[in-house]
Nanobody, 116 residues
Framework: QVQLVESGGGLVQPGGSLRLSCVAS????????MGWYRQAPGKERELVAA????????NYGDSVKGRFTISRDNAKNTVYLQMNSLKPEDTAVYYC?????????WGQGTQVTVSS
């Protein structure tokens, strides 16, 4: 059974940091490209960051460049999103996604709220 379980969300003040984790099971994690997406109320889901199956070259949404960092540990079947200098507009549900040429898998999401 495929599972992607996100954790690490919560309430943080503007300027603060959070680290999200997504633990995968039920598929060969190291063969999948991983990504973090987010969806704010009333808005479409958007790409936050992505990393290839073997790590290396990453890409980021324009709004998070220089503030967020995606990484993965294939030995732990886990992908991370380090979020620094958080802004109120980063408030959203953050989703983990695994993808290859044939399949896409999504996690259930974790809420991040940036507010004073």
């Amino acid at each position: 059974q495929v599972q992607l379980v996100e954790s690490g969300g919560g309430l943080v003040q503007p300027g603060g940091s959070l680290r999200l984790s997504c633990v995968a099971s039920g598929f060969t994690f190291s063969r999948y490209r991983m990504g973090w997406y987010r969806q704010a109320p009333g808005k479409e889901r958007e790409l936050v960051a992505a990393i290839p199956s073997a790590g290396g070259s990453t890409n980021y949404g324009d709004s998070v460049k220089g503030r967020f960092t995606i990484s993965r540990d294939n030995a732990k079947n886990t992908v991370y999103l380090q979020m620094n200098s958080l802004k109120p507009e980063d408030t959203a549900v953050y989703y983990c996604k695994a993808s290859n040429s044939w399949y896409d898998y999504w996690g259930q999401g974790t809420q991040v709220t940036v507010s004073s």
